[in-house]
């Protein structure tokens, strides 16, 4: 079984400051995990995802993430958040046996001027 | 490229009645996924599909639900009848290929049913 846990479900930092939204999986098989940016009204795309290579993934809008094996996380970051990376962030692990993924309940992130 | 297409983006319809949800995944894409998203539940995979044949319909909340895939291009999600319970965002998503293949995601049909 494979389950994912985004520890809060509200961040709020203001303009300029870091962004941390945490993420916690549990998976029998080496996983595959994935961050998806959900914007009002619309669907989500994908920010960045690990597939077993380097373990600091980089991906769009100037977020990464790390796999850490020993501590089962995957935490997103950003080092100056903008007014535009307001949103919903959802972690994301897949069971590439079974082929389906499992979301989190996502977290809200607001944006202070 | 076009995205994932989903039809109608927004259906308003009285309890009882049928709500059919429209889905165009990406061309190419062998992996067909019917979500569900609500602000209790968060975000639920209902049923997908590999090669237009559904492989998990584990999600599907009841028999009021089924979903089909009758060619490539092409996926249904029906509700029949249709409760108050039932009103949420659908979402339709495809994948390339799973295991590493990201997802992509529709726009979404907003349901609401009185």
């Known amino acids: 079984a494979q389950s994912v846990t985004q520890l809060g479900s509200h961040v709020s930092v203001s303009e300029g400051a870091l962004v941390l939204l945490r993420c916690n999986y549990s998976s029998s098989v080496p996983p595959y995990l994935f961050w998806y940016v959900q914007y009002p009204n619309q669907g989500l795309q994908l920010l960045l995802k690990y597939t077993s290579a380097a373990t600091l993934v980089k991906g769009i809008n100037g977020f990464e993430a790390e796999f850490k094996k020993s501590e089962t996380s995957f935490h997103l970051t950003k080092p100056s958040a903008h007014m535009s990376d307001a949103a919903e962030y959802f972690c994301?692990?897949?069971?590439?046996?079974?082929?389906?993924?499992?979301f989190g309940d996502g977290t809200t992130l607001t944006v202070k001027p | 490229d076009a995205g994932v297409i989903q039809s109608p983006r927004h259906e308003v319809t009285e309890m009882g009645q049928e709500v059919t949800l429209r889905c165009k995944p990406i061309s190419g894409h062998d992996y067909l996924f019917w979500y569900r998203q609500t602000m209790m539940r968060g975000l639920e995979l209902l049923i997908y599909f590999n090669n237009n044949v559904p492989i998990d319909d584990s999600g599907m909340p009841e028999d009021r639900f089924s979903a089909k895939m009758p060619n490539a291009s092409f996926s249904t999600l029906k509700i029949q009848p249709s409760e108050p319970r039932d009103s949420a965002v659908y979402f339709c998503?495809?994948?390339?290929?799973?295991?590493?293949?990201?997802?992509?995601f529709g726009e979404g049909s907003r349901l609401t049913v009185l």
């Open positions: 998503a495809s994948s390339l290929r799973t295991g590493t293949g990201e997802l992509f």
């Open positions: 994301a692990v897949i069971n590439t046996n079974a082929g389906k993924s499992t």
